[in-house]
């Protein structure tokens, strides 16, 4: 069992992989702890001694800012905030992205400017230590004021409302809270703002789909390299020196990977009877790299969301002020996750290619790969499952971040729509995962047929690795349970 001790230290990749782990526990730190009471002390100090209204804490929420609330009503006034706001639809989204939120919303709370209860923060950690995880839905948010709807889904146990899963099975909060001995938590004046508004469904799915990126740029570089290997491609469109002189630094990064996986392959050193190659293989360094490229601007946006202040008014007890602004608007988010699709879409649509190009019956390949096509149809029809997730993905990438609704009869008047761009995202990942899968069955395939020429030794050790898992085809069988089988080997090979 791992521990992760909540602090204001910066968090990066690493962190937020651990965190995804179902051995890790979360704890806050004695200085988290500091923060959050002084700051609680603050505000119920503030609230006693100075009559002004404060937006969101002795005020109505959005268009009804104007509407003063007494000082006996602001318990009511925050659970009826989060009760009127649980209004998501469509399906309940996975353990694994309510988990990531879970942690973002104690991570956000935990640097003190929000002005919660130490107990709130705590029963958020019980909730992710326990594998306690509110049925969140995906739908409901515009990714400004924050992710009001997921949101008040998230925070509907603390007060015994709503659905959790636990252990696989789903309970009402309230079974939740008395088998574990929990009283539902009295929220205080600005509470239910402090967890309803942020941005921690969009960058819970943020925080995931980079953490995939990551493992896809390296999967594609992989298998694109196995592909150019078993298509007798040329090594020399990866050379150094022409990377060198167009210094975009993804592209060089990338040719070096390719350069480094095909090492000592007999395959690439053999004898070329042709001048060039097509281009989904010739520009994986210029295509692979710009993806590269622009995952390195989506991560750093996402480190930074992940390590800041998201929801309002901030409270900075230091200065004695409590100030409304816009730290929940989800542009930022918006752009990157949007980016981020067009990015990895583009690594799907490079692969069908390549895959198209290896069952084509070119260069000495027999068609499909079989070695009796025909009576077989070998591997033909994988190639359409993957024009379709990349067929998708276009579709997919039409930008959610240019749109936007007014809301709140007007005083929200423009909004990010990131959280419809994280749920693309997230679809696009998956959807490329299927593509390069179907690409490493094809390539693994085509090996065989350039025997007893043999490929690199790491290339030869992933392939004998992938092969426990999905066999050479001899002849045609029920493909399905193979794609099944690779998507999950890329999802979770060793690839370094």
Known sequence: MKNHLITSETLGLAELQAVLDEGTRLSLGDEAKRKIERCRAYLDEKIATDPKPVYGINTGFGSLYNKHIPAHDLETLQNNLVKSHAVGMGPAIPDEIVRLMLFLKVQSLAYGNSGVQL??????????????????????????????????????PLIGLGEVRWEGNEFSSAEILTR??????????????????GTQFMAAFGTWCVLHAQRIMKLANAVGALSLDVFDGRIEAFDPDVHAIRPQPGQARVAESVRRWLSGSQLIAQPKKHVQDPYSFRCIPQVHGASHDALEFCTRTILAEVNGVTDNPNVFPERDAII???????????????????????????????????ISGSRDLPNYLVANPGINSGLMMPQYTAASLVSQNKQLCTPASVDSIVSSN???DHVSM??????KAHRVVRNVYGILAIELITAAQGLQFRRPLRSSEPLERLVDTFQQEVAFMETDRLLHGDLTKAENFCMTVDLN
């Open 119 to 156: 107990e709130t923060v705590q029963r958020l950690v019980d909730f992710y230590n326990h594998q306690v995880y509110p049925k969140v839905y995906e739908m409901g948010s515009l990714g400004a004021s924050g992710d009001l709807a997921p949101l008040a889904h998230l925070s509907l």
């Open 180 to 197: 574990f001995g929990w009283k539902p938590i009295h929220l205080k004046a600005k509470e239910g703002l402090a967890l309803l508004n």
């Open 418 to 423: 990131g959280a419809n761009a994280a749920l």
């Open 324 to 358: 409304s602004a816009g730290n929940f608007h989800g542009q930022p988010l918006a752009l990157a996750l949007d980016f981020l699709s067009i990015a990895l879409a583009e690594l799907g649509s490079i692969s069908e290619r390549r895959t198209y190009q290896l």
């Open 410 to 412: 007007g005083q929200e």
